[in-house]
């Protein structure tokens, strides 16, 4: 997240624009979470401390002098109301409550970002630092996963780059021994499972240095570390944590630390919102139903829109006696190409919302297309679970992208995948997985619908606006070169990229509902130039890959 793209928005902001204001709180709250659930190990008070956090921000946005400082300026506000916090608490309760509360941030890494491995490791090693180191790692953490520079974090801590680099080394060493004390309790050694009868299981100084000095001394859990990986190799490009649903920022208004009264008069009841409901409700954009199809309005960096619940209109299936024919694909006239280049365009999607087929219609054959096999730049099968990853493909054959929504993480507006820098062309050839995502697939407490976008208990993950609904499995055909990337912002979403083939892609959407599935597949190739081609696809190679916006031709 860099500061100077929001260079218009702060100005906004200063200029006493409310929308912009709301969408500064919005927007940069995630960053803050992290930092003050890092640096606090996810105690208690890191509501309390993101909460002044904000609220110092936005009462002292007027003396930002440069919009484009405004993240290292946002960061140290952060820092100072942690060390704030810690010198208010005394060191005993701190020693009391610090132990079990560093685990449960370690704890909600581990889960939200679906850490595995070393990965995972690292994050439960946090739990063993003490304060200073913790708060440190915070701002490390972040910068090497792309989110702060070396400049912003020494301007955080209040010393010189040089003197940061000598802490952070500091910091990584403590990190490394915190790394071998995970493995070491997970092995079977019988003296350090001796040792760890007298142990209570809090993470402190004084344990940490025993396990220590056991694995120093010990050849089973201090033998060879070949295949360990550097942390910050494990962290780069590794996403934020989620602000978890239920998280609350309490602001006056029969919130905890009773500020009503140092609310300014020109906030706009949607900020005292954002600061004061679950933040996985906060958006930076509208949303609305109409006709069964979600309307959403958001920028590419903005936080999820809070969905709304599926109407009957949105979530029933057609009825079995009136199946529905399967869409055409035709181009959307606001986007025909110029007759100077139609020779060199081919392809078309459908920039509206299709209605589901009926379950029981069998598809189509789906046609031959040559397939000398397809290589991928992550081998056999590419899991991109965040942001900024991607796979390149290349051949000519069959590809199956197969989607994973996270509502449970988090729902809200969903910025979809793009395929950049084609080379040759792609097609959406079919849809299969036995259903398409917004399928009912249960009924909650409530009577409201489940389905693979969410439900009435977790949210609803919606989509852009004019957006192909997307089934469980989608299937491509690619004849050249093309990189898909994940482009999560907003609602948490997977995607798991397989090279495959005609008859795998047939077996998949030839499944019915007899078979125990929701709906047979859908063939979307007609064989031709003229074939459905993927809504987000460019030839170009964007910077940011999320900003290739939806197209009717290639």
Same mark, same amino acid.
């Given at each position: 997240?860099?500061?100077?793209?929001?260079?218009?928005?702060?100005?906004?902001?200063?200029?006493?624009?409310?929308?912009?204001?709301?969408?500064?709180?919005?927007?940069?709250?995630?960053?803050?979470?992290?930092?003050?659930?890092?640096?606090?190990?996810?105690?208690?008070?890191?509501?309390?401390?993101?909460?002044?956090?904000?609220?110092?921000?936005?009462?002292?946005?007027?003396?930002?002098?440069?919009?484009?400082?405004?993240?290292?300026?946002?960061?140290?506000?952060?820092?100072?109301?942690?060390?704030?916090?810690?010198?208010?608490?005394?060191?005993?309760?701190?020693?009391?409550?610090?132990?079990?509360?560093?685990?449960?941030?370690?704890?909600?890494?581990?889960?939200?970002?679906?850490?595995?491995?070393?990965?995972?490791?690292?994050?439960?090693?946090?739990?063993?630092?003490?304060?200073?180191?913790?708060?440190?790692?915070?701002?490390?953490?972040?910068?090497?996963?792309?989110?702060?520079?070396?400049?912003?974090?020494?301007?955080?801590?209040?010393?010189?780059?040089?003197?940061?680099?000598?802490?952070?080394?500091?910091?990584?060493?403590?990190?490394?021994?915190?790394?071998?004390?995970?493995?070491?309790?997970?092995?079977?050694?019988?003296?350090?499972?001796?040792?760890?009868?007298?142990?209570?299981?809090?993470?402190?100084?004084?344990?940490?240095?025993?396990?220590?000095?056991?694995?120093?001394?010990?050849?089973?859990?201090?033998?060879?570390?070949?295949?360990?990986?550097?942390?910050?190799?494990?962290?780069?490009?590794?996403?934020?944590?989620?602000?978890?649903?239920?998280?609350?920022?309490?602001?006056?208004?029969?919130?905890?630390?009773?500020?009503?009264?140092?609310?300014?008069?020109?906030?706009?009841?949607?900020?005292?919102?954002?600061?004061?409901?679950?933040?996985?409700?906060?958006?930076?954009?509208? &949303?609305?139903? !109409?006709?069964?199809?979600?309307? *959403? #309005?958001?920028?590419? $960096?903005?936080? @999820?829109?809070?969905? +709304?619940? /599926?109407?009957?209109?949105?979530?029933?299936?057609?009825?079995?006696?009136?199946?529905?024919?399967?869409?055409?694909?035709?181009?959307?006239?606001?986007?025909?190409?110029?007759? &100077?280049?139609? !020779?060199?365009?081919?392809?078309? *999607? #459908?920039?509206?919302? $299709?209605?589901? @087929?009926?379950?029981? +219609?069998? /598809?189509?054959?789906?046609?031959?297309?040559?397939?000398?096999?397809?290589?991928?730049?992550?081998?056999?099968?590419?899991?991109?679970?965040?942001?900024?990853?991607?796979?390149?493909?290349?051949?000519?054959?069959?590809?199956?992208?197969?989607?994973?929504?996270?509502?449970?993480?988090?729902?809200?507006?969903?910025?979809?995948?793009?395929?950049?820098?084609?080379?040759?062309?792609?097609?959406?050839?079919?849809?299969?997985?036995?259903?398409?995502?917004?399928?009912?697939?249960?009924?909650?407490?409530?009577?409201?619908?489940?389905?693979?976008?969410?439900?009435?208990?977790?949210?609803?993950?919606?989509?852009?606006?004019?957006?192909?609904?997307?089934?469980?499995?989608?299937?491509?055909?690619?004849?050249?070169?093309?990189?898909?990337?994940?482009?999560?912002?907003?609602?948490?979403?997977?995607?798991?990229?397989?090279?495959?083939?005609?008859?795998?892609?047939?077996?998949?959407?030839?499944?019915?509902?007899?078979?125990?599935?929701?709906?047979?597949?859908?063939?979307?190739?007609?064989?031709?130039?003229?074939?459905?081609?993927?809504?987000?696809?460019?030839?170009?190679?964007?910077?940011?890959?999320?900003?290739?916006?939806?197209?009717?031709?290639?």
């Amino acid at each position: 997240m860099d500061g100077r793209q929001w260079r218009g928005t702060i100005t906004a902001a200063q200029s006493g624009d409310r929308q912009a204001l709301d969408e500064l709180v919005a927007g940069w709250l995630p960053l803050v979470y992290n930092i003050v659930g890092r640096a606090l190990g996810g105690h208690a008070d890191v509501d309390d401390v993101v909460q002044e956090t904000m609220l110092r921000a936005v009462d002292g946005l007027g003396s930002l002098r440069d919009p484009d400082s405004f993240r290292s300026w946002l960061v140290a506000i952060a820092m100072r109301q942690v060390r704030e916090r810690a010198r208010r608490r005394s060191g005993t309760q701190e020693l009391t409550e610090g132990a079990e509360s560093a685990a449960d941030f370690a704890e909600l890494t581990v889960l939200r970002l679906q850490l595995e491995g070393q990965r995972r490791e690292v994050a439960e090693a946090v739990r063993w630092l003490d304060d200073e180191d913790r708060q440190l790692l915070s701002l490390w953490w972040l910068e090497v996963a792309g989110e702060l520079t070396r400049r912003e974090l020494a301007a955080a801590v209040g010393i010189s780059r040089q003197h940061a680099a000598v802490r952070v080394q500091r910091m990584k060493g403590r990190l490394e021994t915190a790394r071998g004390i995970v493995r070491a309790l997970e092995s079977s050694c019988t003296e350090l499972r001796q040792l760890t009868v007298r142990w209570d299981g809090r993470t402190d100084s004084v344990w940490r240095k025993r396990f220590a000095r056991h694995i120093r001394g010990c050849g089973r859990c201090g033998g060879p570390s070949e295949g360990l990986v550097p942390a910050e190799r494990l962290l780069v490009g590794l996403a934020l944590v989620p602000v978890p649903a239920g998280f609350t920022l309490s602001l006056a208004l029969g919130g905890k630390t009773a500020v009503a009264a140092a609310v300014p008069v020109a906030w706009s009841a949607k900020v005292i919102g954002v600061l004061s409901k679950p933040a996985v409700a906060v958006t930076a954009g509208a &949303t609305l139903a !109409a006709g069964g199809a979600y309307v *959403v #309005v958001e920028q590419p $960096d903005a936080p @999820p829109p809070q969905a +709304a619940a /599926p109407t009957a209109a949105s979530t029933a299936r057609p009825p079995l006696r009136a199946p529905s024919p399967t869409p055409t694909p035709t181009p959307t006239p606001s986007r025909s190409p110029s007759p &100077t280049k139609k !020779a060199e365009l081919y392809g078309t *999607v #459908v920039d509206t919302v $299709d209605r589901a @087929p009926d379950p029981n +219609a069998r /598809p189509g054959a789906l046609p031959h297309r040559p397939e000398s096999g397809i290589t991928s730049s992550w081998g056999a099968k590419a899991v991109m679970q965040h942001r900024g990853e991607s796979v390149t493909l290349s051949g000519q054959g069959y590809v199956l992208v197969r989607w994973q929504i996270a509502p449970h993480d988090r729902p809200g507006g969903l910025t979809m995948p793009t395929w950049t820098g084609l080379k040759g062309k792609i097609f959406h050839v079919a849809s299969g997985g036995g259903r398409r995502m917004d399928d009912v697939t249960g009924e909650a407490a409530d009577g409201g619908a489940v389905t693979g976008m969410g439900g009435p208990d977790t949210g609803y993950t919606v989509l852009p606006d004019g957006t192909q609904q997307m089934w469980q499995n989608e299937y491509f055909y690619i004849d050249g070169t093309v990189t898909l990337n994940q482009n999560e912002r907003g609602a948490s979403y997977g995607l798991t990229v397989f090279p495959s083939s005609r008859d795998e892609a047939t077996e998949d959407i030839m499944t019915g509902p007899d078979q125990g599935v929701i709906r047979y597949g859908l063939v979307r190739d007609n064989g031709k130039d003229t074939a459905p081609v993927p809504q987000y696809v460019s030839r170009a190679t964007p910077a940011d890959p999320a900003t290739v916006p939806q197209r009717s031709r290639v």
